[in-house]
């Protein structure tokens, strides 16, 4: 079966400076690869996504890539605020299977004022 | 946007006893709802796939016997934790996507349920 890979499990930045996570997965059917943010006690809420026919995705200050070849998809967020302190979870589907999806380890990530 | 709410958002009961959580898509229909379980600091892990009007399909290493999945509408999944003992305490937490949605498309999860068995 998939199985994604995150990295780093814990991230620490100064306010305004960018943050890095990336991500994994072994099955090349896997076409789509959604982002979450999850805040503590709370269910994980989408930030971005990409599909495997697209190798850039950008929203505001939030940017992921996809390398298809390589079989891993990074997330940048730029200009980091305070309240983007969360966990981080990068995931992956196939559309054979439902579209049920398989989560990477997540990525703690503080942003220090 | 698409809503997906879940109750109760937390729950204490006695070990041995049953706990019932619900799954409701509140602006759109969704045959296939997912359930999912996430320990402390831990990654969401897949429990069961749940089908409206069908058996649901679960995960391997979970016990189909002790998570009971009911799809009765396009609208409303549940999960009942049988039998419940302290290593079920855990953050339950379902997800589902509208049916006119691609499989490819965003999957839009509940606020989780907390359960504590003591």
């Known amino acids: 079966g998939e199985n994604v890979e995150q990295h780093p499990s814990t991230l620490s930045v100064q306010e305004g400076d960018s943050a890095v996570i990336k991500c994994t997965y072994s099955d090349s059917a896997s076409n789509y690869f959604p982002w979450y943010k999850q805040e503590l006690g709370k269910g994980p809420q989408l930030i971005i996504d990409i599909r495997s026919n697209v190798g850039e995705k950008k929203d505001q200050r939030i940017a992921v890539t996809l390398n298809k070849t390589a079989k891993h998809f990074s997330l940048h967020i730029t200009e980091t605020q305070p309240e983007d302190s969360a966990v981080y979870f990068c995931a992956a589907s196939k559309n054979n299977q439902g579209g049920k999806l398989i989560f990477g380890q997540g990525t703690e990530l503080s942003v220090k004022p | 946007g698409a809503v997906v709410s879940q109750h109760p958002s937390r729950v204490i009961c006695k070990s041995g006893t049953s706990v019932k959580i619900e799954c409701r898509s509140l602006?759109?229909?969704?045959?296939?709802m997912f359930w999912y379980r996430q320990f402390p600091k831990q990654s969401l892990m897949l429990m069961a796939t749940?089908?409206?009007?069908?058996?649901?399909?679960?995960e391997q290493g979970v016990e189909k016997d002790k998570f009971l999945i009911n799809h009765a509408s396009l609208t409303l999944s549940t999960l009942t934790v049988t039998s419940a003992h302290p290593e079920d305490s855990s953050f339950y937490i379902c997800s589902a996507r509208a049916d006119r949605a691609l499989n490819n498309s965003p999957l839009h999860f509940g606020n989780g349920t907390r359960l504590t068995v003591t």
């Open positions: 749940s089908n409206e009007g069908s058996k649901a399909t679960y």
């Open positions: 602006d759109f229909q969704a045959t296939t």
